[in-house]
Every structure is written in structure tokens, then in C-alpha cells.
């Protein structure tokens, strides 16, 4: 899945940007493995570009967001012998004083160790080549998944929308095309809009990336669904 895998020297005082390492879009991986001990992590809020998932041993110990209203953002590490930091970059600005911001995790590495940066672009070409395996029922994933399945459509096809209620948040792609990005949780779109050009008559590949592991089905729905807004 990734497209590059570079060694950060030892004792580095910061970690590569995704733009450092050619990476325009998708997610990196910083990783470090050796054993360490149970830790308290704390990483300044706006050193996030753009959304923080941290894991020891596969398992999720916190995540931080940068539109969260704080400075510091604090995440109990249990010991462990590999710790993840997963950073996805939400798009980037192109005008005003941020239009030259790049993505990754900034500052000093907030866990000391021996970190390799993978550049994961999520273009279809790797994620449609994935080894997909049955999914075992009720079977409880942790951490980022990815879940291929199909929708039939038995005759002319229509435009549609995909509801992502029952996930958290993640990226969709049906026939190999990029529907964007999800965030069940937070809103303001429930929904993402599928033209009838990206469908055929028949069983269409649909591939979902929940960054949570959460959820097993998307439904297609004929109207969109959006956060209620409130009027003051």
C-alpha cells in the first residue's frame, strides 16, 4: 500500500513532512519499533496536520485533531513494542497566509525512538490491489480497515447517495472512483453523492476505509443526509 519508506535518522529532531517525502495527499505512518515503557504522550495541537490517530501494538491509545479547542492534546502509551502514529492530511489551502502549509506531525517526535515515515497515497491502484480476506462475523478489528463488497444494481443505473451511518470515519471508492472522505461523527454530511456514470448495470466494486475499524455496511440511499443545522 505505500509508496515510500524512508528511515528517520536516530535522534532526529523532527519527523519528515509528507511534502519531504513527496507525499501531496492520503496518509503517513511514522513508526517506531523497540520496547518502550508506558508513557504518557502529549503533542501540541497545532503540530497536527491535519488528524492524529496513535496506537501501541496495533491497538489505539488516542487521537488528536487540530480544530480541537485546545493546546496540548494528552494520550495514555501502554508499554509496547511498536508505536504507530498515523496522521491524515485533510486537504490543503490555497490562498492566504496557510497556502504554503504542509502536512504530517510537526515539532520534535512526542515519543522518543527509531521511526521509518511510509507514505500511504491511498490511490486506487494500490488499494484495489489489496488481498481482501472474508471477514469472520462479528469479528471485532481494531484500527484502520479496509472492507470491499459490492452493489447490485439490477437494472438502468441511477444517480445515488452512500449513507455512512454505522461508521466513524473513512474514504469511499465504488469502480475504482474516489468518492471523498466521510466523518459519521462529526458532520455536516451523512452522505456522499454517486453519480450514475461511476455505476453499471450489475455488481459494482465498493471499497470502504474506515481509519476506526468501524462499521461493516454503507447503504445506498435516494436522498442526501446532513447534520441539522441550528439557527441562532
Keep these: 500500500l505505500q509508496s515510500c519508506e524512508v528511515a528517520v535518522s536516530a ?3 523532527r519527523l519528515p513532512t509528507m511534502e519531504e517525502l513527496g507525499l501531496g495527499r492520503g496518509l503517513v505512518l511514522y513508526r517506531s519499533r523497540g520496547q518502550s515503557n508506558a508513557k504518557w504522550m502529549t503533542v501540541a495541537t497545532a ?46 489551502i490555497n490562498y492566504g497566509v496557510n497556502i504554503k ?15 521509518t515515515a511510509y507514505c500511504l497515497p491511498l490511490d486506487y491502484a494500490r488499494v484495489g490491489a489489496l488481498p481482501f480476506q472474508p ?6 478489528i481494531p484500527g484502520p480497515l479496509f472492507m470491499r463488497g ?5 437494472g438502468e443505473p441511477q444517480d445515488t447517495y452512500l449513507d455512512s451511518r454505522g461508521l466513524d470515519k ?36 465498493v471499497i470502504v476505509l474506515d481509519l476506526r475499524g468501524i462499521g461493516t455496511q454503507i ?13 441562532r
Design 170 to 205: 473513512g474514504y469511499v471508492w465504488v469502480n475504482g472512483h474516489n468518492l471523498g472522505r466521510y466523518w459519521e461523527t462529526v458532520g455536516p454530511q451523512h452522505t456522499l453523492y454517486l453519480p450514475a456514470p461511476f455505476l453499471k448495470q450489475g455488481a459494482n466494486e
Design 11 to 13: 535522534g532526529a529532531s
Design 47 to 92: 503540530d497536527v496536520k491535519d488528524l492524529l490517530l496513535a496506537y501501541v501494538d496495533l491497538k489505539e491509545a488516542g487521537l488528536a485533531y487540530r480544530e480541537e479547542f485546545k493546546l496540548w492534546s494528552h494520550m495514555w502509551l501502554p508499554a509496547g513494542d511498536q508505536v504507530d502514529l498515523l496522521v491524515e492530511n485533510m486537504g490543503h
Design 101 to 115: 502549509e504542509q502536512k504530517g506531525l510537526m515539532g520534535h517526535p512526542p515519543v522518543a525512538g527509531n521511526y
Design 135 to 140: 471477514r469472520p462475523e462479528k469479528a471485532s
Design 150 to 154: 459490492v452493489l447490485d444494481v439490477p
Design 219 to 231: 447503504t445506498s440511499v435516494v436522498w442526501p443526509r446532513w447534520q441539522p443545522v441550528s439557527w
